[in-house]
């Protein structure tokens, strides 16, 4: 059965409002966390290998991106040491797989 009625516009509003003033909840990880997540990830293959399997590199760089932005300085730095670790794994992997980065375009 589907509901077809409006949405309450009081909860509308109050949603709206949480948006504008930063107090919506959120299911993002901050950069500090994504970047806790890869540096894990570097000391395990396993979690290495899900990491990279996930398309997770994207974000990672974003989360360094982020960090930088924020004057992490430091933070940033662990995130770039973990994604050119992750991404040197990545390579490795890819030509095991002979899968090389030319072909693939």
């Known amino acids: 059965m589907s509901d077809d009625s409006p949405p309450n516009p009081d ?3 109050d949603a709206l409002r949480a ?4 107090t919506a909840p959120t299911t993002t990880q ?3 966390e994504r ?3 890869a540096t894990a990830a570097t000391e395990c ?5 899900t990491f990279l399997r996930a398309n997770r590199l994207s974000e990672l760089a974003r989360a360094v991106a982020d960090a930088e ?5 430091t933070t940033a730095e662990r995130g770039r040491r973990a994604l050119e670790t992750l991404r040197r794994l990545d390579s490795a992997a890819a030509d095991l797989r002979g899968d ?3 072909e693939r375009w």
């Open 100 to 102: 090389h980065t030319e």
């Open 30 to 32: 901050t950069f500090n």
């Open 35 to 37: 970047i806790a997540d």
């Open 45 to 49: 293959a396993v979690e290495a290998a």
């Open 69 to 73: 932005s924020a004057g992490e300085t």
């Open 19 to 22: 948006l504008a003033t930063g």
């Open 11 to 13: 909860a509308v509003r």
